[in-house]
């Protein structure tokens, strides 16, 4: 759409489009969205807001009276939001905003449940156990759901429950470093997953959510490389050989296999952050005054060849 | 769809006539400017650890580095004005355009110590300066978050009541409305309406921080009525423009449209950002820009999630009012689109 919008303008500014005609044009193409487009936002939002609204009224109504409540009321209260979700889903049907909306509820609730449960019974979990647990029973709802943002939600707790694993039972063993390590491979391998059924044409995966599942990979895979850029020693090494390995393999998926642009910026974005920080600890606190210049220069260099390269990308593709 | 296609469909809709131009190069998308931007900033450290340590001298009188700083910014405009330069010259004068700014608050801030309104008022009217004078696309994105981020501190630290994530929100809302009005136009109105809406965007999301920190006074949070009322106004206006412009004809559906405004801004009472995050998003969603779009709506998410920690109202208040505007834009989900949708196929 931008790309119409740009393409209309640059015919405005050379004269071939009277500017009277420019917002008919704009519509004519498709680039502002229509009746159809319209109900469809009205409805999209009216229903995940109002929805997502109404859920939260309900818990806020649960924590204004839950001193008043008995163990049983508030199990069954949760339990009860859980159960008419689902069978809100059920009716509207799963794929929809609506049954979406609903599973989300129920996805949201049920860890609500978990906790309570855990609170209530004193059973002992950890919360890194109990995020587990929130990721395994969601687990059929997101299946059921097949909607990609469900997927997501669910990326996010499992992202939850890893780490929090970790700084149990690694407490005061490197745990930073071994928790990047382990969100790079969640998030790698949510990547190629989320790609693969991308490529696939599985309505889980649209673009978007390949996308933000990229950004989440990047932020872990940029956090190993800083890391790793920081002090010596051969596991700082291989860090930044990790980031590396990362980098390469964006590079040649998102170049090779199949291109995007925005992947592919991300992966700039991430090269410049890693290099800078890198120079700036091993190259600019020994070099003296001209240090900054260089490495500034070296910033420079990097965006605007990757830039110009990004752009060629795009001039390929849309020819 | 290609350039061929689109004359194609402007011919047949009668917008055009004659043989259609030659392609363009496309479009540089956003999220290549943005990496520009990014790049830009990062740079700007270095190329301002430079400066220092050459003129060091300089830099330790009052006045040196506001000189300096205007220095920069005079050969980054150089460098951003005149046609295509080539994307070096760009890169080099945008990170060159950032340290001048910076040079130059540094040496406002310094120069009017220990007051802090005067200094921070002038660098606003300094970045608005070169909003019109560096006609380029990124460094006006920038220069008006910095503008508002000035403009944010004095709000902070010594005026709270100047009501302006209001009319951040307004400035925001009729300068998109207005960017498609012609190619001239749109060359400023985009990118100033981009940078205004991320930095209502940042207001908006700052203020859990704000109160969590007590940083300064709360702007225009829960405390202040008149920030509340100047949003809803600004929203239900702006609601009211675009159904006017572009919206169903059918007088049902736009009074449902309306109820959907009140009910909103009945809600917002305790969480005005969220009116300012709404605004974003309606009138992004109504000029297509995607990107825009999310960040209004992540905003919106994000103020109705920090509704739960607002302290103005007890949790039994805040859940009839989340229970009310629920029921109603449900409602509104449910039966405007098959209004809407009909309305349009009559007119």
């Known amino acids: ?319 | 769809m290609n350039a061929h296609g689109l004359w194609e469909a402007l011919v047949a809709a009668k917008l055009v006539d004659g043989a259609a131009p030659p392609d363009a190069p496309p479009p540089t998308p956003w999220y290549v400017r943005a990496l520009t931007g990014f790049a830009a900033w990062v740079a700007s450290w270095f190329v301002l650890s430079t400066i220092g340590a050459l003129s060091w001298r300089l830099l330790d009188s009052a006045p040196g580095p506001i000189v300096v700083g205007l220095v920069l910014c005079g050969a980054a405009a150089w460098g951003l004005r005149g046609g295509d330069r080539g994307t070096f010259v760009e890169q080099l004068a945008l990170a060159v355009a950032l340290a001048g700014q910076a040079a130059v608050a540094f040496g406002l801030m310094n120069a009017f110590s220990p007051h802090r309104i005067l200094p921070l008022a002038l660098l606003v009217a300094f970045e608005l300066l070169l909003v019109a004078a560096i006609p380029h696309r990124v460094h006006r994105v920038l220069a008006v978050l910095a503008a508002a981020g000035a403009a944010y501190a004095i709000l902070l630290l010594d005026v709270p009541r100047l009501p302006l994530v209001p009319v951040l929100t307004a400035a925001f809302a009729m300068t998109a409305l207005v960017a498609d009005r012609n190619a001239a136009v749109s060359a400023w109105a985009a990118p100033v309406a981009a940078g205004l809406a991320l930095a209502v965007c940042a207001a908006a999301g700052a203020m859990p921080l704000v109160d969590a920190f007590s940083v300064g006074r709360v702007p225009y949070g829960a405390r202040d009525r008149m920030g509340w009322l100047l949003l809803a106004v600004v929203f239900a206006a702006t609601a009211a423009a675009i159904v006017h412009a572009r919206g169903p004809a059918d007088r049902l559906a736009r009074l449902g449209i309306g109820a959907g405004v009140v009910a909103l801004c009945g809600f917002a009472w305790a969480v005005p950002g969220l009116l300012a995050a709404a605004t974003v998003a309606v009138v992004a969603f109504a000029m297509a820009r995607p990107a825009l779009l999310g960040v209004g709506l992540v905003t919106a998410l994000w103020m109705t999630a920090y509704y739960y920690y607002a302290l103005d109202a007890s949790l039994l208040v805040k859940a009839a009012s989340l229970a009310l505007c629920g029921a109603v834009l449900v409602a509104i989900g449910l039966v405007l689109p098959r209004l809407v949708a009909p309305a349009e196929a009559r007119s």
């Open chain 1, 1 to 319: 759409m931008s790309h119409v919008r740009d393409t209309l303008l640059a015919w405005n500014a050379s004269g071939r489009l009277r500017d009277a005609d420019l917002a008919a044009a704009l519509r004519a193409t498709g680039v502002y969205p229509d009746a159809a487009a319209w109900a469809r936002f009205l409805r999209l939002v009216g229903i995940v807001a109002g929805g997502a609204m109404l859920a939260a009224a309900l818990v806020f109504f649960i924590a204004h009276n839950w001193s008043a409540m008995t163990r049983a009321e508030r199990l069954l209260l949760v339990e009860a939001t859980v159960l008419c979700a689902v069978v809100v889903a059920a009716w509207r049907g799963p794929g929809g905003a609506a049954g979406g909306t609903a599973l989300g509820v129920a996805c949201i609730a049920l860890g609500a449940l978990l906790a309570l449960v855990g609170q209530s019974y004193q059973t002992g979990a950890d919360t890194d156990e109990l995020f587990s647990a929130w990721a395994l029973a969601i687990l059929p709802l997101v299946i059921l759901g097949r909607q990609g943002a469900l997927w997501l939600l669910w990326l996010a707790i499992v992202n939850g429950a890893a780490e929090l694993w970790l700084v149990r039972i690694l407490d005061g063993q490197n745990p930073l470093q071994r928790m990047l390590w382990t969100l790079l491979a969640l998030n790698g391998a949510a990547l190629v997953a989320a790609e693969l059924a991308f490529r696939s044409g599985l309505r889980e995966s649209p673009l978007w959510v390949v996308r933000t599942v990229a950004v989440a990979s990047a932020v872990a895979a940029t956090a190993l490389g800083l890391g790793g850029s920081f002090g010596g020693g051969a596991w700082r090494a291989g860090m930044g050989l990790g980031w590396l390995a990362w980098l390469g393999a964006i590079a040649y998926v998102y170049r090779v296999l199949r291109v995007d642009v925005f992947v592919l910026a991300i992966a700039l974005a991430s090269a410049i952050a890693v290099v800078s920080v890198f120079l700036t600890v091993h190259v600019f606190v020994h070099a003296g005054f001209l240090a900054p210049l260089a490495i500034g220069a070296l910033v420079i260099g990097m965006a605007w060849q990757g830039t110009a390269w990004l752009r060629r990308i795009v001039a390929e593709e849309a020819s």
